[in-house]
């Protein structure tokens, strides 16, 4: 079934997604503590470890809201959604995901031209054009992809709730 195969494609990007995103935490982990260290204990004054920081910060929360979407742990209604009927509660998430999709689909265009224009721009602290640090921002590129596979995937019904004996039970 084509939900299937989104589910696993899904799945398979998003496990790629997070191994990433560790090899980023620890940089940025490994980052800071040059920086604390530097501060502290030697003073070499290092200029580039606040900065590094920063961008490796920026290209994790592009990376992990995509694997927030994967899983379904991003922001939404569920408080007003779980109180909707079945048939509208399916129809408002498609809904929600056409817009999620939007959303990060008008990030991925305009942050097009905005990492082209970091090819232009020097970072003279880490002696690098800012193109690969800019280049973050069109990784919205993964969060939609990630929103039409989980949309495909769950077809509305990722709230849907299963009866449960207590409800079958209670009339008899």
Not at 108 to 124: T, Y
């Amino acid at each position: 079934m084509i939900g299937d195969f989104a589910g696993r494609l899904s799945h398979q990007i998003n496990r790629g997604t997070e191994v990433i995103l560790a090899a980023l935490m620890v940089a940025l982990v490994l980052d800071v503590w040059i920086g604390v260290v530097d501060r502290y204990f030697f003073h070499w004054q290092l200029p580039w470890p606040e900065v590094l920081a920063r961008y490796l910060m920026i290209w994790s929360a592009m990376l992990a809201v995509s694997s927030g979407i994967a899983r379904r742990e991003h922001i939404g209604l569920t408080a007003v959604l779980l109180n909707l009927p079945a048939p509208l509660r399916r129809a408002m998430l498609i809904a929600i995901d056409l817009m999620t999709f939007a959303l990060f689909f008008y990030v991925l265009w305009f942050g097009i031209g905005f990492a082209e224009s970091g090819a232009k721009r020097q970072a003279m602290i880490l002696g690098a054009t800012l193109q690969p640090f800019y280049a973050a921002i069109p990784a919205a590129a993964l969060a939609c992809v990630q929103v039409v596979l989980v949309m495909v995937r769950d077809a509305g019904r990722q709230l849907d709730l299963p009866e449960t004996d207590s409800e079958e039970g209670a009339g008899a």
